[in-house]
């Protein structure tokens, strides 16, 4: 598992290294503006997820261990072409900040990413952890290369560039799945409509438990950007939407770990297990998590305005008030990975409704008045609350005493030698492999 989180880890990083590249780009090449535009158009495509995914989504990775490929795959894929298809309609309709002409491309990318998904979790729940990184790599990477060639080389300056990018990555993610999975695709095939009941039941039955959670998170995460659109500019959008991507970046700790704990979780039956584990997770994720946040909130202003451009200068004050909030929320991803691997997604909508009633209550009141400032107040507070929530309900589930949540040094070593093992082990693998091809 330890490798496994490392691999995760690894992979977070270098996509969070990627995704950092392109939002400079972007932002130095378009300004504030079109760095608002892109946030809000790839917002409104997560928008639309969240409900293909009610099928396609955590749920695949639960059900990937208990049912057949073939019977996951075909009503998961048919569910989120009708839901991109129904929803492309919903943003033509409303249209929250996105222009007419990006309407199509936001649909068919919204199934192309929904398809992607589908094969990045029925590898998550086989536990393919690597297999699973390796292919989530590949859309930042693809996304990279397209911005710096059409906005660098050839001097574009429009946000065309970003929508190519995300058509190669979504798509050529979809087909690297495709042949990890090749042994089940070789054998899909479709089965008479009894045979799905089963396998839509649970699609169903866990999907909506799961992603009613992700709906209400997405707002409690989101909602500030179109608030901000409303009652500001698209500019404000683009700086705010800076300084929560680099904040949110030190979830990548709590991600990678999260990722492994869930398919572990999942595939195990020992609740007692379970709750040690995520108990020992979570410890060292939040050591590490406050270094790194410790870091981020020391840079000054300038770093932004060399960075990004002289319009963001705003964002280290906005990233020192969301280091809070966005510390303890590194808790709440541990523990709702326990309770979705337990199949209690219920928990997780509890907490972001509690989250989401704070940024209602805080957003609507606070942004008119103190603009990104209100938004990034609204939103740590946001986040703490998620956290606050769950972690009570797994003390009192648990009955863990108070002193078990402290890391002790004994703890902290064992994690360091672990570690040293670990490491040790691949240096020596890695040469014996070289010292095998030499001869």
Not at 7 to 34: C, R, Y
Not at 337 to 353: D, I, P, V
Request: charge should be positive; include cysteine.
């Amino acid at each position: 598992m330890f490798n496994k989180i490392i691999n995760t880890f690894g992979t977070k990083i270098a996509a969070a290294i990627l995704n950092f590249a392109i939002a400079v780009v972007i932002s130095q090449m378009l300004g504030d503006v079109g760095k608002g535009v892109q946030s809000l158009m790839l917002t409104t495509i997560s928008f639309i997820l969240i409900f293909a995914e009610i099928v396609c989504g955590e749920s695949v990775v639960f059900l990937a261990s208990r049912h057949p490929f073939s019977k996951i795959f075909v009503p998961s894929v048919l569910w989120a072409l009708l839901i991109s298809v129904v929803m492309g309609f919903g943003v033509a309709l409303f249209s929250p900040g996105v222009s007419p002409d990006m309407i199509a491309h936001i649909a068919v990318l919204s199934f192309i990413a929904s398809a992607s998904a589908i094969n990045f979790r029925f590898l998550i729940g086989k536990e393919e952890i690597k297999k699973a990184n390796y292919n989530t790599l590949l859309q930042p990477v693809l996304i990279a290369l397209t911005v710096i060639i059409y906005y660098v080389v050839l001097k574009k300056s429009d946000i065309y560039g970003y929508v190519i990018g995300l058509y190669l990555a979504y798509g050529c993610s979809f087909l690297l799945g495709v042949w990890m999975l090749r042994d089940e695709y070789k054998a899909l095939r479709l089965f008479a409509l009894k045979e799905y009941k089963a396998v839509l039941a649970d699609l169903f039955k866990y999907g909506f438990l799961n992603q009613t959670g992700h709906f209400v998170q997405f707002f409690n995460l989101r909602l500030n950007y179109y608030l901000l659109y409303a009652y500001m500019d698209e500019g404000r959008v683009g700086v705010y939407s800076n300084a929560v991507s680099l904040a949110e970046a030190i979830w990548i700790i709590s991600n990678s770990i999260a990722l492994v704990q869930y398919a572990r979780i999942s595939n195990v039956d020992d609740r007692a297990y379970s709750q040690r584990l995520t108990l020992q997770l979570g410890k060292i994720c939040l050591l590490v998590s406050s270094c790194a946040v410790l870091a981020l909130a020391l840079l000054p202003s300038a770093f932004y305005c060399f960075v990004f451009g002289p319009e963001f200068g705003e964002m280290s004050g906005l990233i020192r008030i969301l280091a809070p909030g966005v510390l303890l929320y590194c808790i709440f991803l541990i523990l709702g990975h326990y309770y979705s691997g337990t199949g209690r997604y219920q928990m997780n909508t509890f907490a972001a409704l509690c989250g989401l009633l704070m940024t209602c209550v805080l957003g609507f009141t606070l942004i008119p008045r103190f603009d990104i400032r209100g938004a990034a107040l609204t939103a740590s507070v946001a986040y703490s609350v998620n956290a606050l929530f769950l972690l009570f309900m797994f003390v009192r589930e648990s009955r863990f005493r108070c002193r078990d949540f402290l890391l002790t040094r004994q703890e902290l070593k064992d994690y360091l030698t672990e570690a040293k093992r670990r490491l040790g082990a691949e240096k020596k693998k890695d040469y014996e492999l070289r010292q095998d091809a030499e001869k």
